[in-house]
């Protein structure tokens, strides 16, 4: 396939990007991999024997952190549109999250125990019409608090990924109804041009 300007340009800033560099280094599979960390080592989500949950998985790296930090005693169960290479101590599902099948499957595998923490790095693949895609990616937020309204334990975390953008505020407002406390966090890997955030939702303070 011939290579334009643009994604010339996008394989150089990859290629010299340190957290890419690192992520490279430390075998992680993306750089997503240090938004988590640098995440739970201030706020200490994910603790030995956890039950975790992590939706919009792939490549994996937030599964690896996960599964790092948790160990096999609780258990990680991830779900992505996408494959996904085994990680020990993983069970993943492949599928799409707003399908009512693809989510009675992944909820007969968590099982009817509560989980510790519901973490969300899902986003939709972009169509390049800006509304569009905020839509889709707030959709998928609203199933992903869905979820976690339904599955977390009363002390329980949800960490989820947000654009900023039409439908943030409210967003974020349906999150403060559920969570006694909401806190923006824009970890140092997420680029600053880049309108992400992660909400994060903790019942207990
Ligand atoms: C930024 S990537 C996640 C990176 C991942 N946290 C990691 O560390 O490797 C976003 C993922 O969301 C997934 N995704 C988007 N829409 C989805 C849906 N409807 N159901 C499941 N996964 C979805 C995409 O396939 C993509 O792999």
């Given amino acids: ?5 643009t994604s010339k340009a996008w394989m150089r800033e990859h290629l010299n990007d340190p957290y890419v ?5 430390e075998g992680y599979r993306a750089r997503a991999a240090y938004k988590l960390m640098e995440i739970d080592d201030r ?6 024997g956890a039950r975790v949950v992590d939706l919009g998985a792939a490549p994996g790296s937030w599964c690896q952190v996960a599964a790092a930090r948790c160990g096999t005693g609780g258990g990680v ?3 992505d549109l996408l494959a996904v290479e085994p990680v020990v101590g993983v069970n993943f599902l492949q599928g799409d999250f707003s399908d009512d099948a693809v989510l009675a499957e992944f909820e007969r ?6 989980v510790d923490v519901v973490l969300s790095d899902m986003a939709p693949n972009i169509s390049g019409v800006a509304t569009v895609d905020q839509a889709r990616s707030i959709m998928l937020c609203e199933l992903a608090l869905d979820f976690a309204a339904n599955h977390l334990h009363v002390q329980g975390s949800f960490l989820v990924k947000v654009f900023q953008g039409e439908g943030f505020m409210e967003f974020r407002k349906q999150m403060e109804q559920q969570f006694q406390s909401v806190q923006t966090r824009k970890p140092k890997a997420s680029r600053d041009r880049s309108a992400e955030v992660y909400l994060l939702g ?4």
């Fill in 77 to 79: 169960f991830a779900l």
């Fill in 202 to 205: 903790r019942r207990q303070r």
């Fill in 1 to 5: 396939m011939k290579r334009t300007k």
């Fill in 43 to 48: 706020d200490h989500l994910l603790k030995p």
């Fill in 21 to 25: 560099q690192r992520a490279n280094a």
């Fill in 109 to 114: 595998r968590v099982g009817g125990d509560k």
